[in-house]
């Protein structure tokens, strides 16, 4: 059976705690740069939407493409 001493079990629970706040900081930063990737969406869609609602700017031709 192996002894577990005051002193191990403080070392084993700094070391998880290490890992977890390691863990928190990593998660934390990759939530900021989904959110910065999701206010970057979200300008460009609406930018879209700004352009759709415009309509276009002339109307379109009705000749046949070039490959026909």
Do not use: C, F, W
Not at 3 to 21: C, G, I
Not at 35 to 53: H, I, K, N, P, T
């Amino acid at each position: 059976m192996t002894s577990h001493t005051p002193s191990d079990r403080m070392l084993t629970l700094e070391t998880k705690v290490a890992y977890q706040d390691k863990l928190i900081a990593d998660l934390n930063e990759v939530l900021l740069e989904r959110g910065m990737q999701l206010d970057a969406l979200q300008a460009r869609v609406e930018g879209l939407a700004r352009l759709m609602r415009q309509g276009p700017d002339e109307e379109p031709s009705n000749d046949p493409p070039p490959h026909y």
